[in-house]
Every structure is written in C-alpha cells, then in structure tokens.
Nanobody, 125 residues
Framework: QVQLVESGGGLVQAGGSLTLSCAAS????????LGWFRQFPGKEREFVAA????????HYADSVKGRFTIARDNANNTVYLQMSSLKPEDTAVYFC??????????????????WGQGTRVTVSS
C-alpha cells in the first residue's frame, strides 16, 4: 500500500521560509517523479514542482520559480520542498504527489498517481 506522508506546514509571515517534507513508502519509486501540488479554496489542484528519481529532471510552476526548491533523498524515499520569499498568495493546502515521470513537465492532477493527505501552509501579510 502506497503512503505519502507530508509534514512541515504551518503559519509563516510574508517573506519568510518554510520546508515541507514527504515520506513515501509502499512501492519502488525509481520510475516515478515525486513532487508537490497545491490547492486554493474552491480551486482545482495545481502543479508546483516535481523531481525525477535521479534528480536530473526538475520542473517548477512559473509562479514559484526562483523561490521554491525541490530536492529528493532516495535513501529515505523523501522529497522536500523548500519555500522562500513566501507570499500571501502561496497560502494553500500542499499535497505530496508520486506519479510516473513526465519529462515534458506537463504534470496534471488527473494523471495516474498517488497523493498525500495534504498539509496547510498559511502566509500572513
């Protein structure tokens, strides 16, 4: 049974930093990208970032480029999202995601894959 368990969400002031973690278990993830989506109230989940098994292929949404950094620790099947220069508009529920890698970076929420339970990030102004 695949499990993705997120941690690290919380409240932070605008301009601050926060790091999310996601521990994956239950299968081999060598052909899977690990990454993050986020969901604003009343909106569909949107892609944030994804990283390949080797770490050689990384994609970011334009809205987070230069501010967020994704990294992967394969020994511990863990993916991290380091978020800096946070803005109030980054406030959302962040979901860990495991799905077959897409080298074009066209990750969609309705693609086959697995989800974590979500962790809330609130950025105050």
């Amino acid at each position: 049974q695949v499990q993705l368990v997120e941690s690290g969400g919380g409240l932070v002031q605008a301009g601050g930093s926060l790091t999310l973690s996601c521990a994956a278990s239950g299968r081999t993830f060598t052909s899977y990208a690990l990454g993050w989506f986020r969901q604003f109230p009343g909106k569909e989940r949107e892609f944030v970032a994804a990283i390949s098994w080797s770490g050689g292929t990384i994609h970011y949404a334009d809205s987070v480029k230069g501010r967020f950094t994704i990294a992967r620790d394969n020994a511990n099947n863990t993916v991290y999202l380091q978020m800096s220069s946070l803005k109030p508009e980054d406030t959302a529920v962040y979901f860990c995601r495991a799905q077959p890698i897409d080298f074009s970076g066209n990750y969609r929420a309705d693609d086959y894959g697995y989800w974590g339970q979500g962790t809330r990030v609130t950025v105050s102004s």
